[in-house]
């Protein structure tokens, strides 16, 4: 577009427009550059100082971002969508694509018990916590909803970087892709309740959410079974990575043009592929191979768009959902475990190994803005700042929490 509009202007501008798009191009090649360096890098020091590559990717984002330097390109934040939408639906497939019948066969139970305590517990705890700090009815009801996201990117880089072949690692992995799933199920109806809260119910946002995740589920099955037993008859065996990255953008754009949860529908696809492609396994090692450079884009950049001085003025309430978001998962964690009869020494570490919150978190919230525009900044800051710091500190406690089940993982020097 930019090209066509050079060729209509007056032939003596064309010289300037022409070095403008090239200085343009130049500055973001440039910092792609910096950036995948800045990657390679923040893996290298954080296999040194035992450090999650995640926090150290988001600390660089901060430091280059609007709240530190101001070095990216304005381009950068215009595809902050995409590149969500990209790297959470890669993370998606891949998760879906770990629950193996077998696996599900016999950690299933658990898993059930410890994502629904992890998730009522966190709803209940934060939203009763902030009405008792002043917070209103609706808003805490919605914060409280948008406690329950976890990063299923976050948690999944560092469970890899962790290297533990420990059940407890299993049990993440599907732990995580549940919670989300769960948690999207119960923002939906918190929307509709805190409507209700703030004297504008409509019925039919209840028939909206359940249009949502059931369509979602729906085209997640009919992709992954059209799908599966087409997949690796190109090269016999092995999926090609072009092939891998078209189920994966078919699966989101397709959800995206239907309205339903892109995160859902990705999750399911892999599910379907995993258990019904039988003749291979590589469409997810394709996957894994390409994940990375998506992923340092998507963190650097979630890290800079957070502005520290509106993080500032939320004050007691931000604090407060901090705490008691840590306290809820700590807590739900124990009590799902524990009615789940999971091993003694893996029970208090379900919940901090899932404090790390990024994408789908901040996908809600924008929800929550439009919903409710009177709380729209305070929603939209809080949430961005939250996220911002569990995924500073949510990947560290997941490693810890790894380590402690798993002291040998203690030994592990992580992937690429």
Wanted: aromatic fraction near 8%; hydrophobic fraction near 55%; charge should be neutral.
């Amino acid at each position: 577009m930019r090209m066509m509009g050079i060729f209509r202007l007056p032939l003596s501008t064309e010289p300037d427009r022409r070095h403008s798009a090239t200085m343009d191009n130049a500055a973001i090649f440039l910092t792609f550059g910096a950036l995948f360096m800045g990657g390679l890098a923040a893996d290298l020091l954080g296999r040194r100082l035992r450090l999650p590559r995640v926090t150290l990717l988001l600390a660089l984002g901060i430091l280059a971002g609007r709240s530190g330097l101001d070095l990216l390109p304005i381009e950068f934040a215009e595809w902050f969508s995409f590149l969500t939408v990209a790297a959470l639906s890669m993370v998606a497939f891949l998760l879906g694509g770990g629950l193996t019948l077998t696996k599900l066969r016999h950690i299933g139970g658990e898993v059930l018990w410890v994502s629904l305590s992890i998730v009522g517990v966190t709803v209940a705890l934060v939203a009763f916590g902030l009405i008792v700090l002043g917070a209103a009815p609706a808003l805490a009801l919605i914060f409280g909803a948008l406690a329950c996201a976890t990063d299923p990117a976050a948690t999944q880089d560092a469970i890899r970087q962790s290297g533990s072949s420990h059940p407890f690692a299993d049990k993440l992995s599907a732990i995580v892709a549940m919670d989300d799933a769960w948690g999207l199920i119960v923002f939906a109806l918190v929307v509709a309740m805190a409507k209700g809260l703030d004297g504008s119910f409509d019925p039919g946002l209840l028939m909206e959410a359940t249009r949502e995740i059931g369509g979602a589920v729906a085209l997640g099955l009919v992709i992954g079974l059209a799908l599966a037993p087409l997949t690796g008859r190109l090269k016999p065996g092995e999926p090609l990575q072009a092939e891998a990255l078209g189920i994966v953008f078919l699966s989101a754009g397709a959800a995206l043009w239907l309205d339903v949860s892109y995160l859902i529908a990705s999750m399911v696809v892999g599910l379907v592929i995993t258990n019904r492609a039988r003749h291979h396994t590589r469409a997810f090692h394709e996957i894994e191979h390409i994940q990375w450079p998506i992923m340092i884009l998507f963190f650097v950049l979630a890290g800079a768009a957070l502005d520290l001085r509106s993080l500032a003025a939320i004050g007691a309430l931000g604090a407060g959902f901090a705490v008691l978001r840590v306290l809820a998962r700590a807590l739900g964690g124990w009590v799902g475990a524990t009615l789940a009869r999971s091993p003694a020494p893996e029970r208090r570490w379900f919940g901090p190994a899932l404090l790390p919150q990024a994408g789908v978190a901040v996908g809600m919230a924008l929800v929550a803005a439009t919903e409710f525009p009177d709380h729209g900044d305070t929603i939209l800051t809080l949430t961005i700042g939250a996220t911002v710091l569990f995924e500073l500190i949510g990947p560290a406690a997941t490693l810890f929490s790894i380590r402690r089940v798993d002291p040998s993982s203690n030994r592990s020097e992580g992937d690429l």
